[in-house]
T-cell receptor, first 113, second 115 residues
Framework: GNSVTQMEGPVTLSEEAFLTINCTYT??????LFWYVQYPGEGLQLLLK?????DKGSNKGFEATYRKETTSFHLEKGSVQVSDSAVYFC????????????FGKGTLLTVNP | DADVTQTPRNRITKTGKRIMLECSQT?????MYWYRQDPGLGLQLIYY???????NKGEISDGYSVSRQAQAKFSLSLESAIPNQTALYFC??????????????FGPGTRLTVL
């Protein structure tokens, strides 16, 4: 079956630091890949997505590149802000699974001023 | 604004009680989902529905049931609540026309505590 593994948190950074959250996946076919973000007290919202190899998703200064050869979709941001403090989830969906989302366990990011 | 709403937002109940969590959406989406979130476990799919007449079990459906009363409404029931069902519950929707991306839109969540 499908699975997503992302780095365990929590991750604590100072403002303006560089962020990487690693994500690798296992899928039977050719999945679409997502990063969702959950701010405190809220539901999840889509941060970025990529649907084919070498695609780069980007939003709000965050980026992730779909690497089929390494089955990875690592999230990066060059300079984090306090407002980026949240839980980040890597996820995949696949036609063969009726496009249901499979989530990683989430990574809590705390950015200190 | 088109939205996904959940009621109640918080609920404390006792073991053995029947509980219903409700989800409504104004996005016009055909697909709806119920997830459970536990600390350190990510989100696990409980049930999903691709239209009013289509209900499917997810990864962890035991102890739960659902009802799709209309395209816009999808309810989750715990027939006899137990303490290990204490969790944060999310409803989500998606549009079949977005199959390639399957972007899901989440409600704000219901925090359920079973004593």
């Amino acid at each position: 079956g499908n699975s997503v593994t992302q780095m365990e948190g929590p991750v604590t950074l100072s403002e303006e630091a560089f962020l990487t959250i690693n994500c690798t996946y296992t899928a039977t076919g050719y999945p679409s890949l997502f990063w969702y973000v959950q701010y405190p007290g809220e539901g999840l919202q889509l941060l970025l997505k990529a649907t084919k190899a070498d695609d780069k998703g980007s939003n709000k200064g965050f980026e992730a590149t779909y690497r089929k050869e390494t089955t990875s979709f690592h999230l990066e941001k060059g300079s984090v802000q306090v407002s980026d403090s949240a839980v980040y989830f890597c996820a995949l969906s696949e036609r063969g699974s009726n496009y249901k989302l499979t989530f990683g366990k989430g990574t809590l990011l705390t950015v200190n001023p | 604004d088109a939205d996904v709403t959940q009621t109640p937002r918080n609920r404390i109940t006792k073991t053995g009680k029947r509980i219903m969590l409700e989800c409504s959406q104004t996005k016009g989406h055909d697909r709806m989902y119920w997830y459970r979130q536990d600390p350190g476990l990510g989100l696990q799919l409980i049930y999903y529905s691709f239209d009013v007449k289509d209900i499917n079990k997810g990864e962890i459906s035991d102890g739960y049931s659902v009802s799709r009363q209309a395209q816009a409404k999808f309810s989750l029931s715990l027939e006899s609540a137990i303490p290990n069902q204490t969790a944060l519950y999310f409803c989500a929707t998606s549009d079949h026309r977005g199959d390639l991306y399957n972007e899901q839109f989440f409600g704000p969540g219901t925090r359920l505590t079973v004593l």
